[in-house]
């Protein structure tokens, strides 16, 4: 039997203040996420962050909740189902989320269960980053040091460059292009702190926060920077952008420390500055749309964007729980 275990970064149990602060507590508690000594960490997100922002987050959670709950948690089910499905008896799939639940310790002492030949664990982000993929990695080393016995063991790192991911974008893109001329294409990702890009630099200054991310080298591919802008000028070439109509910018900075830029919100007002009145907006950092997509992008950036003097804001969607999705699954399960 072959596993296959899916996790994305998780999401409160309900959209209650007490869920989501439990939720930012274990989210942000992580040393890859907030990555300062742990004392400091406890006291700015115990003390400041996770008690101030959770009140304001729930009541975003309340607007972005529907009848079937968290669009990240729900959409994740129906692809671990229907991979499952797909896949056929020889595997074992779960979903787990990195925090909260389903957590990844039941979900791999489940899977410890079935005893497995090998395991193939695939951190639902696109793009490689230390606060993601990486935190996923950690915790998974964590949960197996003990296992006596160890199956072989598959890692997906990323995933942006499979020609299946611009092409979903592109396609429904393309079903916005039928009813509008847009003048601008924008590609918003999840930023980090530029200091997570630097420590990650093993090959030893080759991010310099310009146009040494332009293009994937032996050196930069593990840089979330390089990636983020190769990812969009995958999506951009599979749609025939021409070059100047389309960008990349990154949005959620938390905190004074420069984080990758330019700033999502910056860069629009600048784009309607510069005349541009029609966006077509995507998050291709996101599986599923959730608080950063439908939220921050679908909502708040267009109503920025309008009030700049925009016309028409419109939000490409996720993958979410298209079949699509589920194929690059599975064509990455059968390569791992
Ligand atoms: C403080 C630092 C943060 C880093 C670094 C970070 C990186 C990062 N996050 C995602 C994906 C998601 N983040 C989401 C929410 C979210 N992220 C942070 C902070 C950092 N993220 C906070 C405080 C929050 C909560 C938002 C709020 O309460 O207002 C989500 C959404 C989850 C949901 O339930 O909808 C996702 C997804 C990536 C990909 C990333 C680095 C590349
Ligand atoms: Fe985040
Ligand atoms: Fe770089």
Not at 165 to 185: H, I
């Amino acid at each position: 039997m072959i596993g296959v275990l899916l996790v994305n970064l998780g999401t409160p149990d309900n959209p209650k203040t007490p869920a989501v602060r439990k939720y930012l507590r274990e989210f942000l508690m992580d040393g890859r996420v907030i990555d300062i000594p742990y004392i400091f960490r406890s006291l700015l997100v115990n003390g400041i962050i996770a008690p101030f922002r959770a009140p304001k987050s729930a009541k975003i959670y309340q607007e972005l909740w529907d009848e079937r709950g968290s669009p990240l948690k729900y959409y994740g089910e129906d692809v671990a189902r229907d991979l499952q499905a797909s896949l056929g008896d020889g595997y074992y799939v779960r979903l787990a989320m990195r925090y909260q639940s389903p957590d990844m310790k039941s979900a791999l002492a489940d899977m410890q269960s079935k005893g497995l030949k090998k395991l193939i664990i695939i951190p639902f982000f696109p793009q490689y980053a230390s606060a993601t993929t990486g935190s996923v990695y950690e915790r998974v080393m964590e949960l197996m040091k003990d296992w006596q016995v160890m199956p072989d063991l598959s890692l997906v790192s990323y995933f942006y460059d499979h020609p299946d991911f611009a092409k979903y974008f592109a396609a429904k893109a393309a079903n916005y292009q039928k009813d509008v001329d847009f003048d601008y294409y924008l590609f918003s990702y999840h930023g980090v702190p530029e200091r997570h890009i630097r420590k990650g630099d093993y090959s030893k200054n080759t991010c310099v926060f310009g146009t040494c991310c332009e293009t994937i080298t032996e050196k930069n591919h593990g840089c979330y920077r390089a990636q983020c802008h190769e990812t969009t000028r995958r999506i951009a070439a599979e749609m025939g952008l021409k070059p100047g109509t389309f960008g990349t910018a990154f949005q959620s900075r938390l905190g004074r420390d420069p984080w990758l830029q330019p700033y999502t919100d910056e860069t629009i007002k600048k784009l309607v500055g510069e005349g541009k009145k029609k966006i077509l907006a995507f998050s291709p950092a996101f599986v599923a749309d959730c608080l950063e997509t439908t939220i921050e992008v679908g909502e708040e950036y267009k109503e920025l964007f309008e009030e700049a003097g925009g016309e028409h804001w419109q939000l490409v969607e996720s993958l979410n729980n298209s079949p699509e999705w589920v194929g690059i699954l599975e064509d990455l399960v059968k390569k791992s």
